[in-house]
Structures are given as structure tokens and as C-alpha cells.
């Protein structure tokens, strides 16, 4: 469960993201210049890394931090945090 403060800033978040590709799908239809295209994607690229931390460092202070303290749930927290930082290094 995301904390309050959180959600607001992480649903702001991906408001703000899925406008800059809405604008990304409008300049691939006008065709306009191949590197702004490409700095448009890359923009979009580092903000959702950018949610990415701030779902990580939800999950970390909520849902690892309950599951480490509770040894039944243990192997799954470490195993989902191997599992992103797998993803993450694809």
C-alpha cells in the first residue's frame, strides 16, 4: 500500500509522463527531427526511473521492512528485490 503522501506525488508523476509521450506520439505523427524525438523518449526514459525510485523506496520502507520482520516472508522480499535488480540491470 502506498503511503498518502506518496500516491499524490507518484500519480502527479505519471500524469506528468504520460503527457510527455502523448507529446512524443504527436511528434513521431508531424515527423519532426529524428533528435528531438530521441530527446523526448530519453526525457521520458529518466522520469519514469524517476517513479520507479520512488515506488522502490515505498516498497522498501513498507512492504520489506514488514516482510524482513517476519521470517515466512523473508525469502520473498530478498527474492523480489533480486528479481528487480535484475530487471533493472537488463
Do not use: F, P, W
Amino acid at each position: 500500500m502506498l503511503n498518502q503522501k506518496l500516491k499524490k506525488k507518484a500519480t502527479h508523476r505519471a500524469k506528468i509522463i504520460r503527457g510527455q509521450l502523448d507529446g512524443l506520439v504527436k511528434a513521431i505523427d508531424e515527423e519532426k527531427y529524428c533528435v528531438d524525438l530521441i530527446t523526448q523518449s530519453r526525457a521520458i526514459q529518466l522520469s519514469l526511473k524517476s517513479l520507479d525510485r520512488m515506488l522502490l523506496e515505498n516498497h522498501l520502507r513498507g512492504h520489506v521492512k514488514h516482510m524482513l520482520s517476519d521470517s515466512r516472508q523473508e525469502n520473498k522480499a530478498i527474492k523480489e528485490l533480486i528479481d528487480l535488480y535484475a530487471l533493472s540491470n537488463k
